[in-house]
């Protein structure tokens, strides 16, 4: 049972004081970021970090994010820093950008799944850094859920997942952006998104040329090379069968799904649509509210007792490539595109 501490509507940085304790001990706290909850232990630590993998039951060569509270921060686990690399992160720290760096010795390879490089964030949610800081150390933490379920980004949907894996939770409420960060490495002066997230291809391409890997919507072959191990994982799956269904032409697109409803189906579309359907819930009307709830939603989804799902897609672009890669995952790439 994790001691649980509720600053849903007050905060305080002293508040954290105990948290940052249980950190510095080797201890795991569950903690809200602006993007999703994550499961957090001194990053420095290796059996802290071990314990973060036992927890959710994660493979051991798929590598954790360090989260920092400053840039200096960065200079004590990486190296070799570019000028571009540099610039990214002066322009998208804080925020919900992972950098895959070069990492320095000091990082366990537990952390890297014995990887040469390190990935790093530094959240702008204000309990995160504040949690950081007092820790003084990086806090590795990946999302908070058992390995190949959804994120959670409020702690009812993952307290009862997690409240005995972990041995404290802060409570911040609901995350604000609901999907996890943008993963991106630079090489060769050339920005690969490795995972997309709400700093966009758009935002990035200010910056230099922009590769969005091939696997983020597409699907693993064998003997592909993949730049971050987290792409062959099964991710964000409920335990119905879901389907995911696109079109650019959307009177098409509804057309489809009115075809495919029957009493053992559950449509899940914009709030504009909901009433076109027997049975169907909605998923907000922007992407961001897209973004905010889908993983509430996936979290949801089997209580309505349906043999399967049908999941509206929506434009891969912007925002809109973070949404279709957690949908096509969490569908199991069962996806059609007309
Ligand atoms: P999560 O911890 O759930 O937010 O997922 C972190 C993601 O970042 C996973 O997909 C990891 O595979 C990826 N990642 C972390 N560190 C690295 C690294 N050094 N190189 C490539 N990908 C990484
Ligand atoms: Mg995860």
Known sequence: ??????????????????????????????????????????????NAVKSIFVAKNRAGDNPLILHVSSIDMVDTIAKDISPLEKKLMNDFFPGPLTIILKRKDIVPNVVTAN???VG????????ARDLIELSNTPIAAPSANISGRPSGTNIQDIF????????????????KI??????IRVINDKIHILRPGKITYEDLSKYAEVIIDEHILGSLKENDKILS?????????PN?????????????????????????????TNN?????????????????????????????????????IIIEGVKPEGLGLAIMNRLIRACSHNYIKL
Not at 160 to 175: A, C, H, P, Q
Not at 178 to 183: A, D, F, I, K, R
């Open 229 to 237: 191990p987290g792409m062959k994982y099964k991710h964000y799956a």
């Open 120 to 127: 790093v964030r530094m959240p702008s949610n204000k309990i």
């Open 160 to 175: 009862n997942e997690l409240n005995d894996k972990v041995d404290y939770i802060l409570d911040g409420g609901e995350t």
């Open 272 to 308: 504009n649509n909901v009433n076109l359907f027997q049975n169907a819930i909605g998923y907000g009307t922007s992407l961001e509210e897209i973004s905010h709830n889908i993983f509430k939603l996936l979290r949801q989804i089997d209580k309505h007792n349906k043999e399967l």
């Open 1 to 46: 049972m994790a001691k649980y501490l509720d600053l849903r509507t007050q905060y305080n940085k002293n508040d954290l004081i105990e948290a940052a304790e249980f950190i510095k001990n080797g201890k795991l706290v569950l903690f809200p970021t602006e993007t999703v909850y994550g499961i957090g232990a001194n990053g420095l630590d290796s």
């Open 240 to 268: 119905t069968k879901c389907m995911l269904i696109y079109s650019d032409d959307k009177e098409k697109l509804l057309e489809e799904m009115k075809k495919l409803e029957n009493e053992n189906t559950l449509i899940i």
């Open 178 to 183: 609901g999907l996890e960060s943008t993963v």
């Open 115 to 117: 990887l040469d490089t």
